[in-house]
């Protein structure tokens, strides 16, 4: 299925992951370094899992930030019991917390990729004057360009992807940043309002709040 780049400083991956990743029908490799993905005759990953219990935190800042440059997939590995001091401002793809099991784990993968790829199949996404080009991560609406965030985009793709469907903050707070709570769903509001004003700014308006409940996109007529 997938295969996976663990990066970890203990130079094997840690015994229960090695499981659950190998329970899952996924392969990996495991490296101390986020270039060994480079060496030659490697297998490129489809993601990589960082394991925080064994790096301190401003290498594994560096580490995801590297990821996202690469554009490609990043997983922060959590222990449970230190899940509380985890700094949701590392910002990963996806955050796994361990131990955990193979179908989390692999629900997980495919989210961290679907946040970077975007769906499988056409790399452009319209709906009326809205055209999303998935893979240069531009959005424009009736040819002029809307300048988004990294997280404004991954909003807007998760909610025009699934026209009509209301999403709950807590779902959209899990599903775009990868945490439950810990950013609190006043993050979700914060970054829609952001969305809209820069959709709204062209004279465009697609997000729709469900009154106590949430919020979806609303195809225009």
């Known amino acids: ?59 594994v800042r560096h580490v995801i930030e590297e990821c996202q440059d690469r554009k490609l997939p990043v997983l922060a590995v959590v222990p449970r019991d230190v899940l509380h ?14 131990p955990v099991s193979e179908s989390e784990l692999t629900t997980r993968v495919k989210l961290a990729i679907y946040r970077v790829a975007g769906p499988s199949g056409p790399k452009l996404l319209k709906v009326g004057e809205l055209s999303i080009d998935l893979e240069r991560y531009e959005v424009t609406v009736s040819g002029r360009r809307a300048a ?7 909003l807007l793709v998760l909610l025009a992807s699934n026209p009509g469907r209301v999403y709950t903050r807590e779902t959209l707070l899990s599903q775009i940043w990868g945490y439950d709570y810990l950013g609190g769903t006043r993050t979700v509001d914060v970054h829609i309002r952001r969305l809209r004003s820069k959709l709204e700014s062209t004279g465009y308006s697609i997000v729709e709040t469900i009154w106590n409940v949430g919020y979806r996109f609303r195809e225009p007529v």
């Not at 965030?149 to 991954?154: A, H, N």
């Open 148 to 154: 988004l965030t990294y997280k404004e985009f991954q």
């Open 1 to 59: 299925m997938y295969h996976l780049f663990v990066l970890t400083s203990y130079g094997i991956v840690p015994g229960l992951l090695a499981e659950t990743i190998d329970r899952g029908g996924m392969s990996c490799e495991v490296g101390l370094d986020i270039n060994q993905i480079d060496d030659n005759g490697k297998t490129p990953p489809d993601a990589v899992l960082v394991d925080l219990s064994s790096l301190e935190q401003i290498e």
């Open 85 to 98: 001091a985890y700094d949701p401002s590392l910002n990963p793809d996806e955050v796994v917390v361990s």
